[in-house]
């Protein structure tokens, strides 16, 4: 199986900063958002061998980030600071790849800029992840589940979808589901309609967080969808196609288990929440 992780947009909510720095390498307590998701994607439990990261040419820090730095280690080693060296060895190592979007044109776009090495990939009939850079799951326990769920229904697409208050939903793409509760498996909802950003009358409070796991069959599909809201190619509204063909389920994810970084006070929040629960910095609250 193979990942793809979205990392092109211009991070305006986080100006000034991100006029030099790409937002996604803005540090969560010691290391960069973008590493936990590469680590989450290539976890064991993940069955994910490969990752792609979609972004744009504007942000070369991104690819120095995961390319090895043997200069930098020897450096760290002559010093007597072998375990930073080995974190740097260890993210120079991490089997990622790069794709570029030519300017930001939605998440539909970023995941199409994909077709060419996922087609390529050793079982391209296989459903392949999308993690967007901007959510982190730091204990790696959401794509599992996905995979669980999509073998359990013929390798069916799967999305991760967190509670959130009504008035949030207008933020995100949003599900109208069915519960399996009654058929024994909680937390998975078989997915009837989705609706990009609703400003009125969302069809439920259950928000795509960002992890899918999808059939190729969207690929396809992606080709030929239309901008949609925004003027961008929409994923939710390739998805909505794709249920016109398929089943698609959705696994509910615990609030504890994901972690917004895509607004500044988001940033600030997840790494309050994250420190408070690290022993290392225990000693700042």
């Not at 680590?39 to 980030?65: C, G, M």
């Not at 982190?136 to 995979?147: G, I, W, Y």
């Not at 999509?150 to 009504?166: D, E, Y």
């Amino acid at each position: 199986m193979r990942a793809v992780i979205t990392a092109a947009g211009l991070g305006t909510r986080f100006l000034p900063v991100t006029k030099a720095i790409p937002k996604e390498l803005l540090p969560v307590l010691d290391k960069p958002a973008i590493q936990y998701v590469v680590e989450e994607a290539l976890d064991s439990a993940a069955q994910a061998e490969a990752v792609l990261i979609v972004t744009n040419s504007s942000k070369p820090a991104i690819q120095a980030h995961f390319q090895p730095d043997p200069q930098l280690e020897r450096q760290l080693i002559a010093a007597g600071k072998t375990q930073l060296a080995a974190g740097v060895r260890t993210v120079g190592a991490l089997p990622v790849e790069f794709a570029f979007q030519a300017e930001p044109g939605g998440l539909g776009q970023a995941v199409a800029c994909a077709g060419d090495w996922l087609r390529t990939a050793p079982r391209p009939q296989e459903p392949f992840y999308v993690l967007l850079a901007d959510a982190l799951v730091p204990s790696a326990t959401v794509l599992p589940r996905l995979l669980a769920t999509s073998r359990a229904h013929n390798g069916a697409s799967v999305l991760a979808v967190l509670p959130v208050a009504l008035e949030e939903t207008r933020r995100f793409g949003v599900i109208a589901g069915e519960s399996l509760a009654a058929a024994g498996e909680e937390g998975v909802w078989q997915v009837r309609g989705l609706v990009e950003k609703p400003q009125d009358s969302p069809p439920s409070n259950l928000a795509v967080f960002g992890r899918y796991l999808l059939s190729p069959r969207i690929l396809d599909i992606l080709e030929h969808t239309a901008p949609g809201v925004a003027g961008e190619i929409q994923l939710t509204d390739a998805l909505v196609s794709l249920l016109a063909e398929e089943e698609i389920y959705a696994v509910e994810m615990d609030p504890e288990e994901g972690f917004d970084v895509g607004t500044s006070s988001e940033w600030l929040r997840t790494n309050l929440r994250l420190a408070a629960r690290t022993a290392a910095y225990q000693d700042l609250f």
